[in-house]
């Protein structure tokens, strides 16, 4: 690549400036020429308008002459009546005469300026001497003193005036027609040198023209030609083509970006395809995904089916018990009002049990639907968990199941409705105490930090798996080992989960089979008096 390339703009700016420089020359010299000319004719007529003069005053002096000649030889003055006329026009003459060598001097164009005017100051003398005798001479006549006429126009005669005049008459010419003889050759020059120069300089200037649009037509024929043939590659689509180098720095710059684009394309095009194929990839993953997630939801759909005929079975069952107790109710008349007692107390408690489902599922309903209707108030977590505890103390006993308190903050205070976080405490105790093996150990802990408080529910039971503990909180599911180990309508973790989320919490559950499993449950800090909404 060249160290250094011309712009084509500067080579255009060149180019015009030679021209431009050949037509100035050009019109420099035309009009130099026709200012020379325009000078030389001017001098040329002045010239001629002085030796015109010269000859007018020759002429109106003869005239007068004669005109005095031939008044005196007759003795009759009206030969000298046009006398006033050619004084004026002999005076006049001369006024022109002296005009014009004034305007040659100003062209500089007379040598002898002075010389001339000298001349001609002698020539007017003469003139006026003749003006005077022919007005002395016509006085005379008009007063019949004939003899005085006559000797004026000796006097005349004898004082040489007329030979004087002559002589003076012809030293001005010969010294004007020199002058008019090289200013005829001083314009014939001039034209000579407009009809020589001029045509040359205008081939001159055809053949720079023709140069220029011939360096110009190669330059541009063969950059915009490697442009053409760069765009046509790249709309073929043949992206690995690259335009050459170009002369002139404008074309290279438009090339190099032709060049740009071209390999920007074609990395954008490789980027694409391997975007294609990761895209490819990851659509089959996707898929394999997706079609494991759908058995799975398949398996779920088929198992909370399931479930729904349990609970339709949970249903039925305390319905059934308070239909059998009011039919033993009624029969016999050997009641006693302690059998009676008896019977409304299973009933109400049937009834109870109904109503708590009905009611979790309910809630699970209006959580869903944004609207868990809760009574938020300051709950101490710690007192809540003793209760708890205690609650389930006897439960605990029974199946051999010791339940102890690891670190529990007593500062630890929430937010909240405190009939159901308990119902969520008592799931997860319930939960825990059910399916841990006698002789098993449910440790529950609650920490503070600046913003949640944490309770875990740790036990030592049948545990679950990694995929089921992301299973147990859908309604009515149940993990198998779980439906193997205690009966239940998976509906406990589903109710806890909402409760919790409605409070702005998370809970989680996560074990392994056989060691045992750990729920966390994670609310926002409160205050012990309570929390402005």
């Known amino acids: 690549m060249p160290r250094f390339k011309l712009r084509f703009v500067r080579e255009l700016h060149v180019a015009f400036a030679m021209l431009t420089l050949v037509a100035l020359v050009i019109a420099w010299q035309f009009t130099e020429s026709v200012k020379r000319g325009k000078d030389e004719f001017e001098r040329i007529s002045l010239a001629s308008e002085v030796l015109q003069g010269y000859q007018a005053v020759s002429s109106l002096t003869l005239t007068e002459q004669n005109a005095l000649t031939d008044s005196v030889l007759l003795n009759d003055s009206r030969g000298l009546s046009e006398r006033k006329t050619r004084a004026s026009a002999l005076r006049g003459a ?22 001339q005017l000298e001349l001609l100051s002698e020539i007017e003398s003469l003139v006026e001497n003749i003006i005077r005798t022919g007005e002395q001479v016509e006085q005379a006549l008009k007063e019949g003193r004939p003899g005085d006429a006559r000797n ?83 709309r073929d689509d043949d992206l690995s083509y690259r335009i050459p180098e170009l002369s002139e720095l404008e074309f290279q710059q438009l090339g190099d970006a032709f060049n740009t ?21 990851t659509v089959d993953e996707r898929t394999r995904e997706l079609q494991v997630s759908n058995a799975k939801l398949a398996n779920v759909d088929a198992k909370r089916r399931k479930l729904l005929a349990d609970i339709s079975h949970e249903f039925r069952t305390p319905l059934t018990a308070i239909r059998g107790e009011a039919e033993i109710a ?46 938020l108030g300051s709950v101490a977590v710690a007192g809540m968990i003793e209760a708890v505890c205690q609650e389930f103390s006897v439960k605990a006993e029974q199946r051999g199941v010791s339940i102890g308190q690891g670190r529990v903050d007593a500062k630890a205070y929430v937010r909240g409705d405190a009939g159901r976080l308990r119902q969520v405490f008592a799931i997860l105790m319930d939960n825990a105490l059910r399916y841990s093996n006698p002789g098993g150990r449910v440790e529950i802990q ?25 299973l147990v909180f859908e309604r009515f599911y149940r993990a198998p080992n779980a439906e193997a180990q205690a009966p239940g309508t998976g509906l406990g973790l589903p109710v806890a989960k909402a409760i919790v989320e409605a409070h702005n919490g998370t809970i989680s559950l996560k074990g392994e089979l056989g060691e045992g499993a750990t729920a966390t449950v994670t609310l926002p800090v409160g205050s012990q008096f309570g929390i402005t909404a």
Do not use: C
Not at 94 to 115: C, H, L, M, P, T
Not at 365 to 374: Q, S, T
Not at 446 to 465: A, H, K, P, Q
């Open 330 to 375: 009624q029969r016999g008349s050997d009641k006693t009002n302690l059998d009676y007692r008896d019977s409304f107390r299973r009933v109400m408690d049937q009834a109870d049990n109904a109503t708590r489902l009905v009611d979790d599922l309910l809630f699970i309903a209006r959580a869903d639907a944004g609207e868990p209707r809760l009574k």
């Open 261 to 281: 684009m071209a390999t920007r394309l074609s990395d954008h095009r490789k980027e694409l395809r391997d975007t294609n194929l990761r895209l490819e990839a």
């Open 152 to 234: 004026e126009l000796d006097r005349l005669r004898n004082a040489g005036f007329a030979d004087r005049f002559n002589s003076l008459v012809v030293a001005a010419t010969s010294k004007q027609k020199p002058e008019s003889q090289i200013l005829d050759r001083g314009g014939t020059a001039l034209t000579r040198d407009i009809t020589r120069y001029l045509p040359i300089l205008m081939v001159a200037l055809v053949i720079i023209t023709f140069f220029i649009i011939v360096f110009f037509s190669r330059h541009l024929t063969r950059s915009v030609g490697a442009l053409q043939q760069g765009a046509r590659a790249f």
């Open 446 to 470: 609650v920490l503070r930090t600046n913003e949640n408080v944490e309770i875990t529910f740790t036990d030592t039971g049948i545990g679950l798996s990694e995929e089921h503990s992301e």
């Open 94 to 115: 001369i006024s022109r005469v002296r005009q014009g060598i004034a305007a040659e001097g100003a062209f500089g164009g007379s040598a002898n300026e002075d010389e």
